[in-house]
């Protein structure tokens, strides 16, 4: 982002999804490439109607290696059965580290050169989904 000596405000916002399936195991995948702009992740859900707890690891891609960054895990049936909701990933306890927004919301900058990326740690069960959208908000003039 340019510098600026006004408070930034949002002037675009993007979202970026993937969804798991048994057939992805443990692959790593991603979910959001800012392209040439750097962007900040506000919001990272998590949900599953896996029948079992399954955990996913949050990356960040250099263009070339993959690092992960901390692991939210997903309940059973979170944010699909009603009872369990869905998971905040940036709130995860796994990820403390994260810069916070003026609210105190943790969130987390991602550089134009970097994607989000994200894997489970344990294959979806057979027939079962976990799915990750990130929400980005981009604060340079569109």
């Known amino acids: 982002m340019t510098k600026a000596n006004e408070p930034p405000y949002t002037q675009k916002f993007d979202h970026g999804a993937q969804t798991f399936v048994n057939a992805d195991g443990t692959t790593i995948k991603d979910?959001?490439?800012?392209?040439a702009e750097d962007v900040i992740v506000t919001s990272i859900s998590i949900v599953s109607?896996?029948?079992a707890a399954l955990n996913t690891v949050i990356y960040l891609n250099n263009g070339t290696t993959d690092y992960p960054i901390g692991l939210a895990p997903a309940p059973a049936g979170s944010g699909t059965?009603?009872?369990n909701p869905?998971?905040?990933?940036?709130a995860?306890?796994?990820l403390p580290f994260l810069s916070r927004d003026s609210?105190?919301?943790?969130i987390l900058k991602l550089k134009s050169t970097w994607k989000l990326r994200a894997a489970l740690t344990s294959a979806a069960t057979s027939g079962k989904t976990v799915t990750i959208v990130a929400t980005?908000?981009?604060?340079e003039a569109a």
């Open 81 to 83: 059965d009603g009872t």
């Open 86 to 90: 869905a998971v905040d990933g940036l």
């Open 31 to 35: 979910v959001y490439d800012p392209g």
């Open 136 to 139: 980005v908000e981009d604060f």
């Open 49 to 51: 109607d896996d029948t």
């Open 103 to 106: 609210v105190g919301n943790r």
């Open 92 to 94: 995860s306890a796994q």
